[in-house]
């Protein structure tokens, strides 16, 4: 069932690429045009799964990452449509295709555990899936902006410089999207949090619930780093460079609780 | 029916010589009215830009309507004809086409892809509009181009990039800031290039200009010069870098008036706000080491004179690709003058329609009321109307010159038309409305048999 979206997600990613080195209007149509079939196409998918299983299938990690892919493409249709901006498809479509291949070829198994039901857990993932999505963005902007920065600095004005929108307008989206995400991954936090204290004690997972569970603790590390970014964009000034080193240093960690983490170390998400 | 054109250009005509064919200051309107009262021009338009003056006309033979061009020119410039012969150049019929559409794409500019003269196109066609000299044909003609003008725009790099130092400036501080309504730009030095970079930006909508100079007298008079902006002593310049977005620095001071270690002390308390330093003085005002700095970005003249030649060459590279959209937009411009070619048989077949209509409908309508008659009136044009429709299309949508002639000549022998001119379509053939014939009284519905008798 995710091949569909994966392939118009792949198929759309080629368009961006063509759109992002020709520039023709047409090609930046068609390329909109497949992603928002390929966002349509996952919609129908994860509904379809939400209709089969009675809520929605979050609780394997492979229907996670089909879930985080989606609120990714959502986050970046929503951007384009606002700034009138392709140039960032280029650069978030590779990592939405990546991560949906898992789900597309290692479907994983729908646990219906009771532990795995409820208003809270679906909460606590559905706000941290969405944080995710919000820092994947943050980083593909914050990539750019070097990109440019160092376009700019120099004295080189090429292919960057002529395609990507001003570096004051990338610093203002990373540090919205990392707003934005820094509230839905406390807000995530926090319900998981809430939700391990009350959960029935007798599942394994649950008795795994602590600080040093790898994937909680990597996750706390997360917090704490795009906590600083945030704090330090309002009260130490720091923005640019900076800002846009640390989004990818906080998303390379998402990164590796999201895929290796839950797949292999963790023994309290192992889903 | 020929297209024609004569003109001079920047690239046939000494400045000396264009400033005085310059159609806008002695009032293109009156140009138009003494043109329109010309016999051997049908149609006319005059595209006056300080590089060109142009006159596109439409006319019935080639010789005389350039002939009367080149004069009318002359005259109404008070030029004599023979010392304006040798820097004109006239073209006909598609050739016209072929030169409008590289005008209006920026082809034949003297800065390649320059964006303005698409607008000055659109202006010369619309104010002949307005004149009531512009036909069918030059009409057609110049929407073609506007047509190709965005083409060009938009599916090639033609346009893009800056070309002059200045725009070069703006367009940096664009890719910086994005938007420069709301910035603060200080002007170091009260020079001229100064000046100028500081009037662009001030064209983007900047909140506010600040000169300083060391004489406060000079920094008056610039401020002033530029509009709206403000003078300062040169004792607040460290203030004022602290708020400004942009620094232009153009002094004629010796060494550097700002250092590294300056820009440095400046920069710590805006807390890594971007600072974009344009250093158009020579010898330079700024130390190329406080380029370094983190959100300082150092520009001087040479760097910006790089970019230009980078745009230059870019849109040199681009000609190839706008030029083929022309040689495109030429070609289906071929194809619309072509499908005119039938346009006398279409008229020819309505008249003759309608002629026995009208007659069948006098005579066995005379004795009626005059509400019925008005009546059978409606009906019956609406059936001629009605039974024309295809055919019309059909004529209209052929592309090809030999099968226009075959069926113009298969619907003249056929309906008994007049005979319509043959269509030649390369030279456009126009309208043409064939005389009403003087039998018409008595017309009956005995198509066949008439054209027998002929």
Not at chain 1, 126 to 153: Q, R
Request: with cysteine; hydrophobic share 50%.
């Amino acid at each position: 069932m995710n091949f569909i979206p994966l392939a118009l997600y792949a198929a759309a990613l080629v368009a961006y690429i063509w759109h992002f080195a020709q520039r023709q209007p047409a090609s930046g149509r068609a390329a909109t045009t497949l992603l928002v079939a390929g966002a349509l196409a996952h919609t129908f998918v994860i509904g379809m799964q939400t209709m089969e299983v009675g809520q929605l299938p979050l609780s394997n990690a492979a229907a996670a990452i089909s879930a985080f892919v989606w609120l990714l493409i959502l986050a970046y249709l929503y951007t384009e449509m606002t700034t009138d901006e392709r140039a960032m498809g280029t650069f978030i479509l590779p990592l939405a295709v990546a991560l949906q291949s898992i789900p597309a070829f290692r479907p994983g198994v729908e646990d219906r555990s009771a532990v795995l039901q409820g208003p809270l857990f679906g909460v606590h993932v559905s706000s941290l899936l969405f944080a995710y999505a919000s820092f994947a963005l943050a980083c593909v902007i914050g990539i750019t902006y070097v990109l440019l920065f160092k376009e700019i600095k120099a004295k080189h004005l090429g292919f960057f410089y002529a395609r990507l929108p001003s570096l004051q307008v990338l610093d203002s989206m990373n540090q919205r999207a990392i707003a934005i995400g820094w509230v839905f991954l406390t807000i995530g936090l926090f319900v998981g949090w809430i939700y391990a204290t009350q959960a029935s004690a007798s599942d394994p997972r649950v008795q795994a619930m602590s600080l040093l569970d790898p994937k909680i603790f990597v996750a706390v590390i997360c917090w704490a780093v795009y906590s600083f970014e945030a704090f330090a964009a309002r009260r130490l000034g720091w923005g640019g460079r900076r800002s846009a080193y640390l989004s990818a240093l906080g998303f390379a960690i998402v990164l590796l609780n999201f895929v290796p983490i839950s797949y292999f170390l963790t023994t309290s998400h192992n889903f | 029916m020929h297209l024609v054109l004569v003109g001079i250009s920047h690239r046939t005509a000494p400045v000396e010589l264009r400033e005085r064919i310059d159609f806008q200051s002695r009032g293109l309107e009156s140009a138009l009215r003494t043109l329109a009262a010309q016999a051997a021009l049908r149609e006319a338009v005059i595209l006056s830009t300080c590089n060109r003056a142009e006159l596109y006309g439409v006319c019935d033979e080639l010789e005389s309507g350039r002939t009367a061009s080149v004069n009318f020119i002359a005259e109404f410039h008070g030029l004599d004809r023979q010392s304006l012969q040798p820097h004109v150049y006239h073209l006909a019929d598609l050739d016209v086409a072929r030169h409008l559409f590289r005008v209006a794409a920026g082809l034949d500019s003297l800065v390649v892809g320059e964006p303005q003269i698409l607008g000055q196109v659109k202006d010369a066609h619309s104010v002949a509009g307005a004149a009531h000299v512009v036909g069918p044909l030059l009409n057609r003609l110049f929407h073609f181009s506007f047509a190709v003008g965005k083409r060009v725009r938009t599916e090639t790099g033609l346009g893009s990039g800056a070309v002059s130092v200045s725009f070069a400036a703006v367009a940096l501080a664009k890719k910086i800031f994005g938007d420069l309504k709301g910035r603060i730009v200080l002007v170091v030095g009260a020079g001229e290039m100064g000046k100028l970079t500081a009037l662009h930006m001030k064209a983007q909508g900047v909140h506010q200009v600040t000169i300083v100079s060391r004489t406060m007298a000079h920094a008056a008079r610039t401020a002033e010069a530029i509009g709206g902006a403000s003078a300062a002593p040169w004792e607040e310049m460290d203030t004022l870098l602290g708020v400004a977005d942009i620094v232009i620095t153009a002094t004629g001071a010796a060494s550097p008036i700002l250092t590294k270690a300056h820009v440095e002390a400046v920069m710590r308390p805006r807390r890594n706000r971007p600072l974009f330093v344009i250093d158009i003085a020579m010898p330079r005002d700024v130390e190329p080491a406080a380029g370094e700095i983190e959100q300082v970005f150092l520009y001087n003249i040479d760097d910006l004179q790089a970019t230009v030649r980078e745009n230059l060459a870019r849109r040199a590279s681009e000609v190839a690709r706008a030029e083929a959209i022309v040689s495109e937009e030429v070609e289906r411009f071929r194809t619309w003058l072509r499908s005119r070619g039938a346009i006398p048989t279409v008229i020819a077949l309505r008249q003759r329609f309608d002629a026995v209509r009208r007659s069948e409908v006098e005579r066995l309508t005379s004795s009626l009321p005059v509400e019925v008659r008005e009546r059978v009136e409606d009906i019956t044009r609406l059936v001629v109307e009605k039974l024309l429709l295809t055919p019309t299309e059909q004529l209209k949508s052929l592309s090809d010159a030999d099968t226009v002639g075959a069926y113009s000549e298969a619907l003249t022998r056929l309906f008994g038309l007049s005979q319509p001119q043959a269509p030649t379509p390369e030279s456009g053939s126009e309208e043409q409305t064939p005389q009403p014939r003087s039998d018409r009284g008595d017309r009956r519905v005995e198509p066949f048999i008439r054209s027998q008798k002929r």
